[in-house]
C-alpha cells in the first residue's frame, strides 16, 4: 500500500544467521507493527511500537528483537534464525489506535525461508 | 486475553452462492473490529470495520458484516459471491479503548469459488 513499504520481499537465510527486516513508512503514523502470518495460526504479534525509542513485545516475540530510532523505520531482527522462523513477516501501522475508525495498513510482506 | 474464532477454515462455494463467514471474539469490553482480505501473494487488505454506532456496516465489493454484541460475533456476509472472491479472510479485533491498538487475528477462512 501507498505509504508503507517492507524490504527484502523475499530472503533465504541460513540457520543461525542474522536477519534484518525494514518496515518504512511516509505516514508519520505513531504506533507500527510486526505480524508474522503463518498456515493455520492467521496473523500474531511479534513486536509492536509506539513511538520513537518506545516498543513492547507481542505473543510471539521469543527469537526477536526490533528498534525504531526514527518514526519512519521499524525494524525486525532475528538474533539467530531457526527453521521455525521461516513465515511470512507484515508490518502494518496506525495513526490512533484509540480511535479505530483510522484502521490499519499492511505493507506487502516479507517472505523469509530458513534454511 | 482476547482472543478470536473463525470457524470455517476452509469453504467452498459455487459462484453466486451467498457467503458467511463466522467471527466470534472474547472480549468484554469495547471492541474495534475489522474483516481483512488477503488475494493470493498479496497482503492484508481492509473490507469493512466496525468502531461504534449501526451494527451493520457495510465494506467494499458488496461486503457487509453484523456486529452482534450479545453474541460476541462479527460475521461476514455477501449475497452472492463471484470467482475474483477467492481469497483467504480474517476476522480481527481491537480492544476499543486500548493506546497500543493491538490486532487479534482469527486464524483465516480460505474461500473457494466454483465455476
Known amino acids: 500500500d501507498a505509504g508503507i513499504t517492507q524490504s527484502p520481499r523475499h530472503k533465504v537465510t541460513e540457520t543461525g544467521t542474522p536477519v534484518t527486516l525494514r518496515c518504512h513508512q511516509t505516514e508519520n503514523h505513531r504506533y507500527m507493527y510486526w505480524y508474522r502470518q503463518d498456515p493455520g495460526h492467521g496473523l500474531r504479534l511479534i513486536h509492536y511500537?509506539?513511538?520513537?525509542?518506545?516498543?513492547d513485545k507481542g505473543e510471539v516475540s521469543d527469537g526477536y528483537s526490533v528498534s525504531r530510532s526514527k518514526t519512519e523505520d521499524f525494524l525486525l531482527t532475528l538474533e539467530s534464525a531457526t527453521s521455525s522462523q521461516t513465515s511470512v513477516y507484515f508490518c502494518?501501522?496506525?495513526?490512533?489506535?484509540?480511535?479505530?475508525?483510522?484502521?490499519?495498513?499492511f505493507g506487502s510482506g516479507t517472505r523469509l525461508t530458513v534454511v | 486475553a482476547q482472543s478470536v474464532s473463525q470457524h470455517n477454515h476452509h469453504v467452498i462455494l459455487s459462484e453466486a452462492a451467498s457467503l458467511e463467514l463466522g467471527c466470534n471474539y472474547s472480549y468484554g469490553g469495547t471492541v474495534n473490529l475489522f474483516w481483512y482480505v488477503q488475494y493470493p501473494g498479496q497482503h492484508l487488505q481492509l473490507l469493512l470495520k466496525y468502531f461504534s454506532g449501526d451494527p451493520l456496516v457495510k465494506g467494499i465489493k458488496g461486503f457487509e458484516a453484523e456486529f452482534i454484541k450479545s453474541k460476541f460475533s462479527f460475521n461476514l456476509r455477501k449475497p452472492s459471491v463471484h470467482w475474483s472472491d477467492a481469497a483467504e479472510y480474517f476476522c480481527a479485533v481491537a480492544a476499543g479503548s486500548s493506546n497500543t491498538g493491538k490486532l487479534i487475528f482469527g486464524q483465516g477462512t480460505t474461500l473457494q469459488v466454483k465455476p
Open positions: 502494518a501501522i496506525t495513526r490512533d489506535p484509540g480511535r479505530g475508525y483510522y484502521g490499519y495498513t
Open positions: 511500537s509506539y513511538g520513537v525509542k518506545d516498543t
